[in-house]
Nanobody
């Protein structure tokens, strides 16, 4: 049974930085790709970033390119999302997701965490 647990969400000021983490358990090939998605109130869940097992490929949504960085530590079964130059529009519930292959479509992912709240004040 794959379990994903996010942590690290917080209230930060605009321009600040934050790192959120996702600890995975029960993964085999089913966690080949780990992704971060976010959902703001009243909006659809949207893709943020993803990374494959070898960390050789990373993927980013246009709004976060150059500001966010995804990484993974396979020895710790943990994925990180380093968020810099945060903006109020980055405010959302951030979810970790896992699947066998990459997709920017949230519906393609089989496994999800419960989410961690990131709030950016102006």
């Amino acid at each position: 049974q794959v379990q994903l647990v996010e942590s690290g969400g917080a209230l930060v000021q605009a321009g600040g930085s934050l790192r959120v983490s996702c600890a995975a358990s029960g993964c085999t090939f089913r966690c080949y790709v780990m992704g971060w998605f976010r959902q703001a109130p009243g909006k659809e869940r949207e893709f943020v970033a993803a990374i494959n097992w070898s960390a050789g490929r990373t993927y980013y949504a246009d709004p976060v390119k150059g500001r966010f960085a995804i990484s993974r530590d396979n020895a710790k079964n943990t994925v990180y999302l380093q968020m810099n130059a945060l903006k109020p529009e980055d405010t959302a519930l951030y979810y970790c997701a896992a699947d066998e292959r990459y997709s920017p479509n949230y519906a393609a992912y089989d496994f999800w965490g419960q989410g961690t709240q990131v709030t950016v004040s102006s």
